[in-house]
C-alpha cells in the first residue's frame, strides 16, 4: 500500500510540475510578443504616421455573408485611415477556404458599398490565419511598412508576426470589449493567450511556411 501511494506522489508531483512548466512557458511567450510589438497602437487618427498600406485582418462572416461586426469594425477602420490620407492602400486578408465561405468578397462589397475606390484595394484570398497573412504580406505583396486594423486584444500578435517578417508595422486598434456577442473578456484573453504561444512557436521554432504562397503580387 505505501508504496501505490508513493507512486501516486510521484505521478501527481510530476502532473504538478508539467503544468507549471507549461503555464511558465504560455507566459513566457506572452512576455515575448508583448515586449517585440510595444509600442504598437495609436487610437488617434492624428498620431498614426504615414504608411503604404494598412493591413485589415479578417474575422469572420455571419450566416448571410455579411462581415460580422467586429470584422465590419475593422473595414471601417481601414476606410478611416484610406480617407484621412494616413494610407495608400487597403490590404484585406482573410479566409476564401470555401466557396460558402469567402470573407475577401464580403469585405470587398462592404468596402465599395462605402464608396472605397476599387484601385485602392487589394486582396490576400490565403490569409488563414495571422501567421500567414503576416508572411504573405511581406512575401507575396512586397510589404514593408504598414498600420494594422484589428482589435486591440489582437494587436500585440498581429504586431509582433508583421515586425518578425520585416514588416514595421504599427497599430490603428478598434474596440474591443462589450461590442461583440459571445466575446467576454476572460474568454478572449484566455484565447489570445495561447494564440500569442502558438505565434511565438510558429515564428521561432517551426518557421512554417504559410499554407499557400504563390507569386509574388508587389502592392
Known amino acids: 500500500m505505501n508504496r501505490y501511494r508513493n507512486q501516486l506522489r510521484i505521478v501527481a508531483g510530476a502532473c504538478v510540475a508539467g503544468v507549471a512548466l507549461l503555464a511558465a512557458f504560455v507566459l513566457i511567450c ?25 493591413i485589415v485582418f479578417g474575422a469572420g462572416l455571419n450566416p448571410d455573408g455579411t462581415p460580422t461586426p467586429m470584422l465590419a469594425d475593422r473595414i471601417d477602420g481601414g476606410i478611416e485611415l484610406l480617407r484621412a490620407g494616413r494610407v495608400g492602400k487597403l490590404l484585406f486578408t482573410g479566409d476564401n477556404g ?10 470587398l462589397n462592404y468596402a465599395l458599398g462605402r464608396d472605397v475606390p476599387r484601385a485602392a484595394i ?29 482589435q486591440t486584444f489582437h494587436m500585440a500578435r498581429a504586431i509582433y508576426l508583421c515586425r518578425h517578417r520585416g514588416i514595421d508595422a504599427i497599430g490603428y486598434p478598434r474596440a474591443d470589449w462589450g461590442r461583440y456577442a459571445g466575446h467576454t473578456m476572460f474568454s478572449q484573453t484566455l484565447r489570445e493567450m495561447i494564440s500569442r504561444t502558438k505565434a511565438v512557436i510558429e515564428a521561432t521554432i517551426t518557421r512554417r511556411p504559410p499554407k499557400f504562397l504563390g507569386p509574388r503580387e508587389p502592392i
Open 30 to 54: 506572452n512576455a515575448v510578443v508583448l515586449h517585440a510589438a510595444a509600442p504598437y497602437e495609436f487610437e488617434d487618427l492624428t498620431h498614426v504616421a504615414a504608411r503604404p498600406v494598412a
Open 122 to 150: 487589394v486582396l490576400d484570398y490565403a490569409g488563414f490565419d495571422t501567421y500567414d497573412s503576416c508572411y504573405r504580406a511581406a512575401a507575396i505583396f512586397g510589404v514593408r511598412s504598414a498600420v494594422l486594423v484589428t
Open 98 to 107: 470555401t466557396v460558402e465561405h469567402n470573407e475577401l468578397a464580403s469585405m
